[in-house]
């Protein structure tokens, strides 16, 4: 269960096929419980159980070829 969420704005997804490597790449940083990913907002979701340094889920982004606009 995650106990805690953050959220970032992912450019550069056009379809479900961008949604999936997404979450393909975001949910095997160490500590991730859960992905969620809009594609319509581009709005991602990481759900943990302690806070992940957001360095690692950009790169994670970025190695699935896609640019994190925003963090929050
Ligand atoms: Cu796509």
Redesign the pocket.
């Known amino acids: 269960m995650a106990t805690t969420t953050a959220t970032y704005t992912v450019k550069g997804?056009?379809?479900?096929?961008?949604v999936s490597s997404v979450k393909e790449e975001v949910g095997e940083v160490p500590g991730v419980t859960g992905v969620e990913v809009d594609l319509a907002s581009g709005l991602l979701t990481v759900g943990s159980e302690q806070p992940i340094e957001p360095g690692r889920i950009v790169a994670a982004v970025e190695g699935a070829g896609y640019t994190v606009e925003s963090t929050s």
Not at 13 to 18: I, K, V, W
């Open positions: 997804m056009t379809c479900g096929h961008c």
